[in-house]
């Protein structure tokens, strides 16, 4: 048979993602605060958006139209929340492979809002001093000269938790000094405040501190160099070795748990960011209500107005460049809309589901997974996904992630529903909160209580959970009680 090119026609279905569906997937991931980076960039490129703040509502004679509603209420019954979905099922789509890169929006300039909010001064504010400036400033007052020099590159390689992470012999061969200057000034600069900083080790950082407490006396010298003994509880030996009896042991333990091991993380830390909640969910009289965060959004409208008076006399290509941006701004005005009905949509599934959290807390939460909230909705797992990553519900409990209420469950023992993963930990936690320093509860004695209660679980579940909440074993936890006292 003979081999030869040829053309064949065939016929086939792929799924085509217009530039405008991407936008509205991307929309739909967004936080608020990402959201509102977004919307910075759309009002400096498209002259037709306009950002109304809340006390200056359009009126019909400005010719602006297609507002964004700021608020939406979550349905009150099964059938209004069917029928609040509007045109939600737009971003339905599920791309098992999607591959899209887009640039991050978060490093763009924010909006005010329009709220007519003062300026924020604290954002003007310097950055907290860090370890090594608060220590060059303490140079200058102590050392002159070559000195002031050798002391300049210690602080230099001492690191973020204030210890001297170099050989004092290769240090002095670099600066061409001697090494007893070196130890000299190491000397004066592990006097600098904070206390401990400088030290070689765990054992010098606590002995020095022990100096400027005038606490450091034979006996707690002798502690000091035995904190592998203080760590594995060995108070007999210890007791032994340095010579005290119960009391004076038990002192010198509580002294030694007063001093900062990493003395240098109380400088240059980064500030805590503070969540801003993305849902308000909040309990009325006719039930739960749902509400989209828009404190951190400007209104949008579309400047129909200015549209017409640009239109006049323009040529056909400004014409054209005109219509774009207009369609863009109706669009981005619709998809918007579509995004909020899209949240409060899926938190009120989730709210529907998770009513007993909300009203008794996390002992009464119950395990949820995607796929049930999609089905309750109508939407595919990877939409409910999409709503869920990065954003935050505030509600009288607090502030959670939306993807919290997503977990596993645990069947009962006697057959009848199961729990959420999230309450078993809570139980757990509270067991080990409340255990007898003198009956320290094993991993066993855990999962037979949880099994008494109902809860039909395994020792090495216990452990897993035990673990991913930070809490040590049960014999860590008993020589952390008896250091504790």
């Known amino acids: 048979m003979a081999l030869g090119p040829r053309l064949d026609l065939r016929q086939s279905q792929s799924l085509v993602m217009t530039p405008q569906l991407q936008q509205a997937i991307k929309l739909l991931a967004l936080s608020n605060l990402e959201l509102e980076a977004y919307l910075a960039e759309a009002l400096e490129g498209n002259p037709l958006l306009d950002a109304a703040s809340g006390d200056n509502d359009a009126s019909p004679d400005e010719a602006v139209e297609e507002a964004l509603p700021p608020v939406i209420e979550a349905p009150e019954t099964d059938a209004a929340l069917e029928s609040a979905a509007g045109t939600a099922d737009d971003l339905d789509v599920d791309f098992g492979a999607e591959q899209f890169h887009h640039d991050s929006v978060s490093d ?84 600098f405040d904070p206390s401990g900083v400088g030290a070689r080790d765990l054992s010098e950082c606590i002995a020095i501190q022990a100096r400027e407490a005038d606490r450091y006396d034979p006996a707690m010298a002798c502690m000091i160099a035995h904190l592998d003994l203080v760590a594995k509880g060995a108070f007999p030996q210890l007791k032994r070795i340095c010579g005290v009896d119960d009391e004076d042991i038990v002192d010198m333990i509580r002294e030694l748990r007063g001093y900062d091991p990493k003395p240098g993380l109380r400088f240059g830390g980064t500030p805590a960011q503070a969540v801003v909640p993305d849902l308000f969910v909040r309990q009325t009289a006719k039930g739960w209500a749902v509400e989209v965060n828009s404190g951190t959004l400007p209104r949008l409208l579309v400047n129909r107005r200015y549209y017409t008076e640009l239109a006049k006399g323009a040529a056909a290509k400004s014409k054209a460049w005109l219509s774009e941006q207009l369609a863009g701004a109706n669009w981005l005005v619709r998809a918007l809309d579509q995004r909020q009905r899209t949240i409060v949509k899926v938190a009120s599934a989730i709210v529907k589901q998770q009513e007993g959290f909300f009203l008794h807390g996390v002992a009464h939460m119950r395990p949820l997974t995607l796929r049930q909230v999609a089905e309750e909705i109508g939407m595919h797992e990877s939409t409910v996904s ?100």
């Open 108 to 191: 763009s300039v924010g909006l005010s809002g329009g709220d007519g909010e003062g300026i924020d001064f604290d954002s003007f504010a310097g950055a907290d001093e860090t370890l090594h400036e608060h220590l060059l400033v303490q140079v200058g007052e102590h050392f002159s000269g070559i000195e002031a020099m050798v002391a300049e590159q210690i602080v230099a390689l001492i690191d973020e938790a204030g210890y001297l992470r170099a050989d004092l012999t290769e240090l002095a061969q670099r600066l061409g000094v001697p090494l007893a200057l070196i130890e000299g000034v190491l000397a004066g600069v592990q006097t």
């Open 386 to 485: 999409r709503v869920t990553s990065n954003k935050y519900l505030s509600c009288a409990r607090g502030l959670f992630e939306l993807k919290y209420f997503f977990s596993s469950g645990i069947s009962a023992t006697d057959g009848d529903g199961a729990v959420s993963a999230e309450a078993v930990k809570s139980r757990i936690k509270a067991l080990i909160d409340a255990e007898d320093p003198k009956a320290i509860l094993s991993d066993e004695a855990i999962a037979q209580k949880l099994s008494a209660e109902g809860h039909d679980i395994a020792r090495r579940t216990v452990v897993k959970y035990r673990e991913s909440m930070g809490y040590g074993s049960s014999v860590q936890r008993r020589r952390q009680k008896a250091l504790a006292g």
